[in-house]
């Protein structure tokens, strides 16, 4: 069974920090991984989906990369904003039939002005 | 863009008593989704609908039933709920893009006394 495990489950930086948050999995056999940012009593927002055969993603200030054989991703972000303070979830999707997705309990990222 | 869009927003049950969420995505996506995300346990599956007309029991399906009743909307019904179902319940719908990126709603948050 996937298992999908992110640490820290918090993270404070100070504003202006480079920050990396870690996303691991026991399954290497992936369909593709997607990273979300969840606010304070919101749903979730997807922020880049990497396919098994991708290496990487960016957006803006954003990238996250992949490294299937050893079942890891990171999510890195650049110059850090207070704005960026909320919790980020990576999900793995197993190839296969719609319902394998398998969710990361997620690291909650604070970013001190 | 509406998006995926769950109602209500807010609500409070007590012990045995049944009730409805409902659910509407716009994007024309097949497969849509009901989760329930719990502290420390990340999302967990409760059923998914692959297509119009078909569902399927998750993770977590006890307790909770849903019908499919076309192809925007997905709704999940507690026939008694118990303190157990106390939850933030989200909706997602998958694109059918070789990406299957997911989208979610923003929440429903279900207390049962």
């Not at chain 1, 870690?22 to 969840?38: E, H, K, P």
Request: proline share 5%; aromatic share 8%.
């Amino acid at each position: 069974k996937q298992e999908v495990t992110q640490i820290p489950a918090a993270l404070s930086v100070p504003e202006g920090e480079n920050l990396v948050l870690n996303c691991s999995f026991t399954d290497s056999a992936i369909y593709n991984l997607q990273w979300f940012r969840q606010d304070p009593g919101k749903g979730l927002t997807s922020l880049l989906l990497i396919q098994s055969s991708q290496r990487e993603q960016t957006s803006g200030r954003l990238n996250a990369s992949l490294d299937k054989s050893s079942g890891r991703s990171t999510l890195y972000i650049a110059a850090s904003q207070p704005g960026d303070s909320a919790t980020y979830l990576c999900a793995v999707r197993e190839p296969g039939s719609a319902r394998q997705l398998t969710f990361g309990s997620g690291t909650q990222l604070t970013v001190l002005p | 863009n509406a998006g995926v869009t769950q109602t209500p927003k807010f609500q409070v049950l007590k012990t045995g008593q049944s009730m409805t969420l409902q659910c509407a995505q716009d994007m024309n996506h097949n497969s849509m989704y009901w989760y329930r995300q719990d502290p420390g346990m990340g999302l967990r599956l409760i059923y998914y609908s692959a297509s119009e007309g078909t569902t399927d029991k998750g993770e977590v399906p006890n307790g909770y039933n849903v019908s499919r009743l076309n192809k925007r909307e997905f709704s999940l019904r507690l026939e008694s709920a118990a303190p157990s179902q106390t939850s933030v319940y989200f909706c997602a719908s998958r694109s059918p893009a070789h990406t299957g990126e997911l989208f979610f709603g923003e929440g429903s948050r279900l207390t049962v006394l």
